[in-house]
C-alpha cells in the first residue's frame, strides 16, 4: 500500500515497491498493490509496466511557492484518496482475505491503512522510508499549522500501526517521543538487487558513447532528486571551482534526476561558472544501472537521507564514493574503507575529496571493491526474508493475543 503513483513516480519508496514486489513474485508470495493515481487507488497483481517519470517534487515546490491555497487543495486531494481505497480495500476483502497490510507511507497512506485493518481487523505495519520529520522541517521551515498538521498524521498513524519497520536507526527517537513502545519497533535497511548491477564490460564504453563521453575523461554521477536536502549546489560549485582552478581538466559531472534539466537554479550555476561543456544533466531514467557502469566516482553530497537506495545502486556497482558524514551514511559504509566521507557544509573538504579520488586511480579501485563487498549485506535476498520474518512475528502475536483474550 502506497500513496505515491507508481505509474508516475521514481524515487527511494518507487525503488523499494519495485524490488520488493519482483523479489516475493519470485518466492511465490501472493500480494495486492494498492498505489494512488490522482484520487483513485489503483490496485495491481504485480508492479506496473507502463511508466511515465516525474516527481513529487514538482508538487511540494508549489506547495512552497503557493502556500495555503495548494497545501489545502492537496490535502483534499489525499483524503478523497483514503475514502476510495477505503472502499476498495473493504471491496477486495471478500475475495482476497488478506491478513496484513503493509504501508509504505507514514502520512495518509498510512492513515487509510491504519482504518482499514481496525475494521477488516486485520495487522497493519508501517514502514518508514526515512526520517519524515527530516522532510517536513525542509517543506514547512517556519514550523506553522502545516508542519504541525502533517506530523499530527504521522503520529496518529504510528500509534496505530501493529508495528513500525525503520530503514535507519535515525528514525527511532521521533516515534519514541511519539510514545511508541520500542517493542513494536524494528529496523530493516533498504535492500538492492545486486544482480542488476552486473553488467558485460562493453555497456561502459556504449553509454558513454550516448552521452558525449570520451574513454580518458572521468565521470563523477549524481543521482537524485535536485532538493535543498541533497544539496547538488554545494557539488556545482565545488567542481565549478575546481575546474576554474585547471585542477581536474579531464572529469566531467553527470547529474541525474526528476525534472534536473529544468532546474534554473543548476542552470545559473552551471553558467556562472561557465562549466556548460563540462556538465550534462539528464532526467530521470531507469537504466540507471548503465550510468552507474559508466561513471568512475559517486557522489552524495546530502544534508539529511533516509537509508539512501543510489548510495547501495552505487556499492552494488563498484564505484569509488564521496558521501556526507552523516549518521543515516556511516550506518553503511566508513571514511576510508568504501568511501570519503565529508562534511556537507564544507566546500573545501567536498573539492579536496574530488582532487584526491580523480588522481588516485588505486584509491578509486580500493574503495569500489571495498563497497562492492559490503553492498551484499544490504542485497535483496538478505534483506527482504527479514521483512517476511516481520510478517509471521506479527501474525504470532495476533493469534496469541487472540487467544489470552478467550481465555480471560
Known sequence: ????????????????????S????????????????????????????????SSTQKILKKMRRFGLLLNVFYIIILFCYC??????????YKKFKFEIIH????????????????????V???????????????????????YHFWLLIEKIVAKKADLIICVTPAAIPFYLNYGINSNKIRVIP????????????????????????????????????????????????????????RKIPKVKLLIVGPKAPESPILAELIRTYNICE??????????????????????????SEGSPMVLLEAMASGKAIIASNISSIKEIIKNGEEAILVNPYDLNQLKEAILELCYNSNLRKKLGENAKKK???YDVNVVFPQIVEVYQEVLRNKVLNKNIVHAA
Open 1 to 20: 500500500m502506497t500513496e505515491h503513483s507508481l505509474e508516475r513516480e521514481v524515487g527511494g519508496i518507487t525503488t523499494f515497491v519495485r524490488l520488493y
Open 22 to 53: 519482483r523479489w516475493m513474485k519470485e518466492q511465490c508470495i501472493s500480494y495486492l498493490l494498492v498505489y494512488r493515481s490522482f484520487i483513485n487507488a489503483k490496485v495491481k497483481l504485480d508492479f506496473p509496466t507502463s511508466m511515465q517519470i
Open 83 to 92: 475514502l476510495v481505497t477505503l472502499l476498495k480495500l473493504l471491496y477486495l
Open 103 to 122: 504501508s509504505q507511507d507514514v502520512t495518509f497512506g498510512g492513515l487509510v491503512s491504519a482504518v482499514s485493518s481496525k475494521i477488516l481487523k486485520s
Open 124 to 146: 497493519f505495519i508501517l514502514h518508514a522510508h526515512g526520517v519524515h520529520q527530516w522532510t517536513i522541517a525542509q517543506l514547512f521551515p517556519k514550523k506553522g499549522f502545516f
Open 190 to 245: 533498504t535492500g538492492v538487487d545486486t544482480r542488476y548491477f552486473k553488467l558485460p564490460s562493453n555497456v561502459r564504453k556504449e553509454t558513454r558513447d550516448e552521452i558525449g563521453v570520451s574513454d580518458d575523461e572521468i565521470i563523477m554521477l549524481y543521482l537524485g532528486r535536485i532538493s535543498p536536502e541533497k544539496n547538488v549546489n554545494s557539488l556545482v560549485k565545488a567542481f565549478g571551482e575546481l575546474v576554474n582552478e
Open 278 to 303: 563540462k556538465v550534462t544533466i539528464l532526467d530521470a531514467r531507469y537504466d540507471v544501472n548503465r550510468l552507474y557502469a559508466a561513471s568512475d566516482i559517486f557522489i552524495l553530497p546530502s544534508f
Open 375 to 377: 553492498a551484499k549485506q
